[in-house]
């Protein structure tokens, strides 16, 4: 599976984005996904994950009730909602797929990832 994210940029403390990862290369829809995110000097961290039917979805206690995370299977793409961005969201976020029905917290549980998308939120 070859993962390509997009959807990064500048925003000031409040504002939104929305991240999206297309995949390519194998069945979509036998994959579950996720979003970790890698700020400066810090090691990458779990952000949210969907399963492969989009029907459970898990977040980080930093990012719940701001973040909404949602994949359209006829389209190869997870979104991933960003509003209310605070300072503290800026880092590279990276998406990830397995192989698998539920949703999946831990980075070792995942097979492939994207390059990363540059999210940075000013004060």
């Known amino acids: 599976v070859q993962l390509q994210a997009s959807g990064g940029g500048l925003v000031q403390a409040g504002g939104s984005l929305r991240l999206s990862c297309e995949a390519s290369?194998?069945?979509?829809?036998?994959?579950?996904m996720g979003w970790f995110r890698q700020a400066p000097g810090k090691e990458r961290e779990f952000v949210a994950a969907?399963?492969?039917?989009?029907?459970?979805?898990y977040y980080s206690d930093s990012v719940m009730g701001r973040f909404t995370f949602s994949r359209d299977n006829a389209k190869d793409t997870v979104y991933l909602q960003m509003n209310s961005l605070k300072p503290q969201d800026t880092a590279v976020y990276y998406c990830?797929?397995?192989?698998?029905?539920?949703?999946?917290?831990?980075?070792?549980?995942?097979?492939?990832w994207g390059q990363g998308t540059q999210v940075t939120v000013s004060s």
């Open positions: 990830a797929a397995r192989a698998g029905t539920y949703y999946y917290t831990d980075e070792d549980e995942y097979d492939y």
């Open positions: 969907i399963s492969w039917s989009g029907g459970n979805t």
């Open positions: 290369g194998r069945t979509f829809s036998m994959y579950a």
